[in-house]
Every structure is written in structure tokens, then in C-alpha cells.
């Protein structure tokens, strides 16, 4: 009779290099080891043999850079989606596409589990699960953070240490990191206790404001139906685009926020996150929008921005509500076009022009100078409508 089969989220860290050893002592099962590549800076070759070492049957490596920028993060950018004001979802973005592609192995192989490293007090837990349900119910879940006996990274460090698991955290050292072509996080460490200033050997992919260039930069970003296009008028692929705009968010200290943020299980958690491209895209994009679309559907469209960044966060990617807000952020952006100059600083990244055919700015109303096509004569009239429901309370409180 053949081993059941699990299939586990597999990234070479702490967390799953454990957990791999783990299944093996616990499960009489086949473990087939998933890494998915969503550009994450890592020797995959170094990975793949990892997992053969510590007890894989099989292991996958595929590259899911293109599909995670094209198909979930220029959604949520044509939606303004942010989490609480701050978070660009670099985490929650790719979730649901992990996710997704677990669940395409589990059903190649004909795997009856997956298996994935997500603590049970955090919201990747939940992504997870909720996708792998959406997608598969049939399948069957383990997260050996709710289950074992080990109970913080420290132990987890111990019990690699017995079992010559080789990982790169030490106790002094002990960031819990998540990095993808959009961003890379930090949480733990000192970061724990939300008085402490986070030191700036945590960055990774940016430099600390102190240490950017004392000269601005320019770069000019085009946009096509509100999806980045081009840079400096050179068109490009969504994963070279992203890829060279981070470049230039990098070295100019962009997108580094510190932040406590409200966890969906109920708790608040304090981390650091590096979106240098994506910081200067999402600003670039709300500077076009600006430029072309209408009060009303601009108002609208940030409501829904709260509600898209809520389901995004929450892991509730393959839901009804978020495919039909994607439809209603889809039919606004047919006017999204355009390019738009930033001006990057110290860790500013400020709008410095924006231009498109769609425009609705008329430089010919708008003028302070002399003009053929306003008669502010007209103002009055309207002000005595606008303020009429005013103007009546105000005569009932004198009665």
C-alpha cells in the first residue's frame, strides 16, 4: 500500500526546514517540499537540496513572479487597496496564489494533505486555509504550530541544533522575514516592544533615509488602463517594470514604514516593511487618478479601497465580493492612462508632473488670469442652493 502524501509550503527558513524533519518523525507519509519563487532573494538550487536532505520525497521549485505581479498585485494597485492607512499587502497578496499553486501539486500528486509553516497567532494561517478550502475542501490541513510542542523560535532553534538542521537564524538575530518582489518584512526581535526604534541594520532592501543620495531623482511612469506600463518611456514586462522600480525606490531610502498594525486573529503586532517600487507605483497611480477621474467616482472608489484591502488581508482573495470590486475598479481604470514624473528624495517619493489624454483638468477654467469660459457671477446662484438646507435650519432655531 502507497504512503499517503503531504505537500508542504517549503521556503528552506527555520519554520519549514523544522517542519519538514518534524512530518517525517510524526507522519508515516511521502512529504513532496513546494518553494515557490515570488522573488524572494534565495539560491533555489541550495533549497531543493535542503529538502532532499531533510527527508523530501520530492521537491518543487517554480517561479510564480510573473502571475503574482500581473494577476493579484496590479489588482490591488488599481485599487488603492492599503491595509490600515500604511500596508501595502505585500504578504497578503501573495498568500492566495501560494495557495493556489499547493493546491495544483496536492492535485498533480493526489495528496490528501497540506502542510505549511503559519503560526497560530498570525494571518497567514488564515490566507492559507481559506484559499486551500475555497479551491479544494477536500483536502486536509496541518500546521504543525498548533499541534507540536515546540512553542517559540528559540526552541525551534534548539531543535535544529539537535537534529544538524543548518539555518541562518541565531537567538541575537531572530527577525521573522517574509520577502517577495513587492516587499520584504520584519517582525520579532526587539521589534517586539513597540517603544524600540528599529536599528538600521534591518533593512534589506532599502537604505535608510540618512544614508540616500543628497540629489533627487526623476523617473517618468507609465500607465495603460491604471497597470504600470513603461518607465522613462521604455516598456517592460511587469516583473522587470517592478523590478527596476524598486531599484530606484532602493537606493533612495522609499517605502520603509514601521507600524503597529491590527491583526485579523485579534491581536496587535508591530513590524517593519520595505515596499520601495511599490510605494512609488501606488503613489504615481493615485497622482493619475487624480488627473482623470471625476469626484464622485474618485469618492467612491476609496470606499472601496477600504473594503478591497480588508478582504485582501483577511485571505479572502477567492471570494464573490472582491471579484466583483475588481470588476467595478476594472470599469474606472478604462481612463487610467498616462504617465506621471516623480521626484525621489530621502525617502520621499513626490509627484513632480502628470499628464494624460483623459485628463479633466482644464488649465482654461482653472486660471487665475483672465478667461472666456467661467462667469463667476454664476457662483452666487448656486451658493444660495447649496446652502439653502442651511440657511432654513438656521431660521428654525431663530423661531
Known sequence: MSKEKIVLAYSGGLDTSIILTWLKEKYESEIIAVCLNAGQKEDYDAIEKKAYATGASKSYIIDIQEEFVADFIWPTLKAGAIYENDYLLGTSMARPLMAQKLVEIAEKEGATYIAHGCTGKGNDQVRFETTIKALNPSLKIIAPWRTWD???????????????????????????????????????????????????????????????????????????????VSVNGTAMGPVELLNLVNEYGSRHGVGTIDIVENRLVGMKSRGVYETPGGTILYKAHSTLEKLVLDRDTLNYKNMVALK??????????????????????????????????????????????SKSDYSLYSEEFATFSKDEVYNQADAEGFINLFSLPLKIRALNKKK
Not at 516592544?193 to 528599529?198: G, I, T
Not at 543620495?213 to 526623476?218: F, G, H, I, S
Open 308 to 353: 478591497f484591502a480588508q478582504l485582501v488581508y483577511d485571505g479572502l482573495w477567492y471570494t464573490p465580493l472582491r471579484e466583483a470590486l475588481s470588476a467595478f475598479v476594472d470599469v474606472t481604470q478604462e481612463v487610467v492612462t498616462g504617465t506621471v514624473r516623480m521626484k525621489l528624495y530621502k525617502g520621499n517619493c513626490i509627484p513632480a508632473g
Open 150 to 228: 515546540l512553542s517559540s523560535r528559540e526552541e525551534l532553534i534548539e531543535y535544529a541544533k539537535a537534529h544538524n538542521i543548518p539555518i541562518a537564524q541565531t537567538a541575537e538575530k531572530i527577525y521573522s522575514r517574509d520577502e517577495n518582489i513587492w516587499h520584504i518584512s520584519h517582525e520579532g526581535g526587539n521589534l517586539e516592544n513597540p517603544w524600540n526604534e528599529h536599528l538600521d541594520d534591518i533593512h534589506v532592501l532599502s537604505v535608510p533615509v540618512e544614508q540616500a543620495p543628497d540629489q533627487a531623482e526623476y523617473l517618468e511612469i507609465g500607465f495603460e488602463k491604471g497597470v504600470p
